[in-house]
């Protein structure tokens, strides 16, 4: 299946890529999403979610035509919580894009909903490129009384905000060396190791100066030690990681996070939330049954829910290849949330990783240039130059064999080497600086952003893989079947039952759904009157059906009094699963009737 | 060298007027009677008309709507012309959350009644009103406050909002709540003959339904629960009341969801009572203190409400906690000081938990009255005849409606009646006014003890010529310090600022003394004149802020010292670059 889900994906076509620059990028985002709410021939519609800290559109895409019959079962995407990860937003929109191009047929049965960017304001932020990716507020992130007075700077003015090393740094500066160079690959730095004798040599610090005079540098600000501002994903009630920098005064604190918790909140009918994003729940599914200090709230997920997670991983890593990923917190996540409170599976996926932690056989592969035009029949082959290698010698242009590299830093420098010429740099090389207060020291190190997000020319791909994900798990949804069974148990006394079966590959809900208890359960209510019954409530209910065996069926039954010939009817509701009829008419034989 | 405390120089004619004899009458230009409840629509109407008869000293501020519409109202009471509330230490004060604890807002409409009518009067309370601030909201759900006075209720019942909960998840909201079926205003209880019920009616006493121990036969009678039809058909009663939500668990400390703490409400500060309360407290960094009143128990509660939120009431601010709590067990006779999750329950988002553990604020929350004041004698447990007796001798009758026959649609014939809604939980009337003035006074204590801060000693030595050592001492009158050792540990809020600010020169150095014979300063930062004290000014008897500088200046030029704080008023002192040695005494 997923072999099919994925060439059907593969034919999506290609994305446009986004402008690099921060309020430009803001802008194609919302061109790109103007151009989808006019868009005709599938259903798609676009819709406000909120208006950002700044008065930004921020907007909900709704993909499905969504007939009255269809199973009310949605999937949320949501991309752009942090502005960090461009990737997730380029691959959303491009998703929604393919999607009206290529017309899949889940349209017809499915709704998917998208949130592309939600955090645009952090998106737009101007100046130099930094690791933050926060909503820009007002903050007093060192807790001086001074509102962001010594963020990052760009000394060098490359756009930037690199590293600053610091060699054998003066007491005055009240820098101390912890560091060194590493011996196998010297652009980086490590700990030194007291017990190999190695002396300290270095001290980092973001690219910047002691603006406020306090002897700190980088410390109250955009891009230093303490950012500031508000990480919308550390900000949502659920394990929220209070007093930490990023995570605001209180959950839900921006019209960004609080909106979204508030429109999930509202529809009922979602069955599951992919996050494209910093965190990963699919490759590395949450540890299962461990709980805060109350014993009760998931720091992961529940048991009964970690066969569904595997299900879906194991789906997830045959489709991308993605063998690891990034270990991030995810206290105050938008996942963290919609699975513990909001009670929904909740996929989380940095969408790219670095290709050495992609299967060989799905890591992107460039298109194979252009073939070479034939060539022309020459006259005389040329003779070898004087300096081409004999046979049997080794070529000269062979390069001296590179030792593997061992730990995630070195990694990365090696996957940036190999980039083809021309690409973007992923690590500055040391250049010398004159720091005006700290003296001699050097500038360079690793590109922000560039260890979050994709290479333009990848995005296409992701997008292909993502929207087979997709295909594959809008396929997976629960869906009801239900039969009746009648049987007469006496004069005028009738005995009723229903049994309802989950035929879908996933649960109704999913175990911390029967937990969370916001959305329904399972409702079977039989028309017939209480005073009427003999046995079995009016109503009765299941917070779940499993998927296959006995926890994938509910039973009801009921005995009533009712005159032959009456007809009775079984209304079975479910927010998510959808909602069926079963009628019979009261008769001495007995009955079965399906739907 | 001039002492110049701004608290020295805002002191107000008022204060030092007239003063009263302790027991004479004090009228209020808005006479209120405290031995009977207010309905809503009372107290939003003497709140407004304490404002309008004391302009000077109160203003009311509309904070919000809440859910069904009803405006939110604070009183800001200080005077005005003592400085801006913003600039003073600031008590919160509300009442009525819990909408059915109903003589919360009486102690809240109390305390704005006395203090009001006191300022001017008596120098305690106008120096109270001079020098600090106090927020006064006394119904904070009012949609439930309403609903209690004008709708049948129970003593239970209406402790949530009125936001629509489908509490027997139904896909139906509030669809099925109790029924005044026999009209007398209140929820009581439905009984019905039945030869295997396990209730007997006692033989003397017909109001007295007793159960039977399970190895003796059937009592003869059945409670089928408070009295209430099936509204919806279902085939049970009374199963989705109004609303459901518990608004003093919706607050964000510690806020966990419905299903481990119910009536959390969706998420914090999710309704438009409780959000309007944050954001009017939130960026009010000057509230110092604060009290919640509910009822019952006769308890002075603090946090934190579960034991694994322990970490956030250090040792430190725990003296302060049972150094105030401790007064208040001797003004508030049979209360006792408890910490909630060990001596009360478990409670995940309360609101004293959010200003203590997310705002840094000594806060409690008074549970007003106890059966113990019944008879005012030691002994919690009033046996059965002796509750008879209260109600029958004391009340008059007033606290029990009488059974009735009532033909009920599935049941049949059934007895209703028994207790009513004012027959447990709230101070009998002829009580009132003294359980708001007890639990008043101990408020204005606690506001009393907010930090107030003043130089308490001075040296400047000249070591050698035209460098100056000032060593500076600064004490705090209250208890409160002016940073919690939990908002220090937590960076909570802005720590507090002392400036040094020479005419003439610069401040070289600046550094932190153990002590005021401490010859070792420990250097404190890069900026000198610009000294950060995270951990703030203890509270008396917990220590003093003693620091030290070097200066580089001319002789006989001044040099300004400012202490800051977000919770107490700013002191300054201004100093002659001249050897000496001063001594002050605190301020009254």
Known sequence: MFTSLFLCALSLGVVRPLDPSSDAFVRSVQSRIDALSKSTGAAVSVASLTSSTKGRPISIIKLGESPAQAPPAAVLIVAGADARHRTGVEVALGLCEAVVRTNPPWLKSRTVYVVPCLNPDAFAVAGPITDSGRLPLPDDADHDRRIAEDPADDLDNDGFILSMRIKNPAPSTGLTATLVEDPDEPRLLRPADPAKGERPVYAILPEGSDNDGDGKF????????????????????????????????????????????????????????????????????????????????????????????????????????????????????????????????????????????????????????????????????????????????????????????????????????????????????????????LGELEIGGFVPLARTNAPQTQVSYLVEQQAAFLADLLDRLPALEARAFLSRSGTGIWKLSARITNTGSMPTRAAIAAKADRVLPLIATISVEPASLIAGRKRQTVDRLAVGGTAATFEPEWTFRAAEGATISISITDPVAGNLTLSVTLADSTQEAAR | MKLSSLAAAIISASSLGTSASAQSDVPSKVPLEFNRYHTLAEIDTALQNIAAAYPDICRVEVIGKSLQGREMRVLVVSNSKAGPDSAKPAMWIDGGIHANEIQAAEAVLYTAWYLTKHHGHTPAVSKLIDERAFYLLPVVNPDSRDAWFTGPSTPNNFRSNLRPVDNDRDGLTDEDGPDDLDGDGSITQMWKQDPSGRWERDKDDARVFRRVPSDKPPGGWTNLGEEGIDNDGDGQINEDGPGGDDMNRNWPAGWLPNYVQFGAGPFPLSHPETKAVADFIEPRTNIAAAQSYHNAGGMILRGPGAAFREWAYPETDVRVYDALAKVGEKVLPYYKSMVIHKDLYTVHGGFVNWTAETLGIFSFTNELWTPQKYYQRDGANLGEADQWLWRDRLAFGQLFTGYKEFNHPKHGKVLIGGLNKWSSRSTPTFLLEEECHRNFAFTMYHADQMPSVYFRRLSVKEPTPGGFEIALEIANKGLIPTRSEHARRNAIGRPDLLRVEPASGSVLLAGELDSWDDETPMLIDNQPGRCLVPGGVPGKGSGVLTRKFYIEGKPGTLAKVVFEADKARPIEITIELKPQDSTFSEPQ
Request: negative net charge.
């Open chain 1, 218 to 437: 980088n410390e109250d600000g955009r891009g230093g030690s303490a950012g500031g501002g508000l990480d919308l994903d550390m900000n949502f009630p659920a394990h929220w990681p209070q007093f930490k920098d990023g995570s605001g005064t209180r959950p839900l604190q921006s019209p960004e996070s609080l909106a979204l918790a508030q429109w999930c909140l509202a529809n009922h009918q979602l069955a599951a939330v992919i996050v494209f994003g910093r965190h990963d729940t699919l490759v590395s599914i949450p540890e299962s049954g461990k709980m805060d200090p109350s014993g009760q709230f998931p720091l992961g997920i529940e048991n009964d829910d970690k066969a569904l997670y595997e299900a879906i991983s194991t789906s997830f890593k045959d489709i991308t290849g993605i063998s690891e990923c990034p270990k991030v917190d995810a206290a105050g996540s938008f996942s963290s949330w919609a699975y513990s409170t909001l009670g929904i599976p909740t996929f989380a996926t940095p969408v790219w990783v670095r290709p050495d932690l992609v299967k060989e056989d799905k890591r992107f592969k460039p298109p194979a240039p252009t073939p070479p035009p034939a060539p022309t029949p020459i006259a005389e082959i040329p003779n070898p130059p004087d300096d081409a290698p004999k046979p049997g010698e080794p070529k000269k242009d062979d390069k001296p064999k590179r030792k593997d590299p061992k730990n995630d830093d070195q990694k990365w420098l090696r996957y940036f080497d190999d980039l083809p010429a021309g690409s973007p740099p992923g690590f500055v090389p040391w250049k010398p600086f004159h720091h005006p207060q």
